[in-house]
């Protein structure tokens, strides 16, 4: 136990050493949406429908640490060869193809959850502070490129 759900962050290309860990997570949605096709038929009072490729995606929303979020490398993305360097911020912006994966944390018996991995592109980010939520929080959704694959693994 005390465990903690976490995500980390490669460079998919293998240009940026390092990763970026990211622990300060509030929430996590794993989305897993297919595309449906519908047409209708002469022959029949209801209409027809297919699943088709999938549209997925990782939702979450963190508090923000400095140089997690921005980087290390004050705003100088273009010249960044770390991912710490280059932050949450940079990889989005510089739309960075990244690695990802999420630590699901242990289950309540003390076995190792799962850990959820896969490509993709951060977008959606928008921080905010406010008088109720006196820290600086923001979205952060990961686009993925393919599949997820899943492994009962603990967390790398």
């Known amino acids: 136990s005390g465990s903690q759900v976490t995500l980390s962050i490669t460079d998919n290309a293998g240009t940026l050493t390092g990763s970026i860990s990211v622990a300060a997570l509030q929430d996590v949605t794993i989305n897993a ?71 699901t944390g242990k289950e309540s018996d003390d076995t190792a959850g799962v850990t959820v991995s896969g490509s993709g592109y951060i977008t959606g980010l928008a921080p905010t ?12 959704t990961i686009t993925v490129d393919g599949d997820y694959s899943v492994d009962d693994a603990e967390y790398p």
């Open 33 to 103: 949406a297919n595309d449906v096709f519908t047409w209708t038929q002469l022959d029949s009072g209801s209409k027809q429908q297919v699943a088709t490729t999938a549209t997925n995606s990782l939702s979450m929303n963190l508090v923000l640490d400095k140089a997690t979020f921005f980087g290390t490398d004050d705003g100088d993305y273009a010249s960044s060869t770390t991912m710490a360097g280059l932050g949450i911020f940079g990889c989005s912006t510089q739309k960075t193809l990244i690695d990802f994966a999420l630590f």
């Open 129 to 140: 502070v406010s008088a109720d939520a006196p820290v600086w929080v923001t979205p952060i």
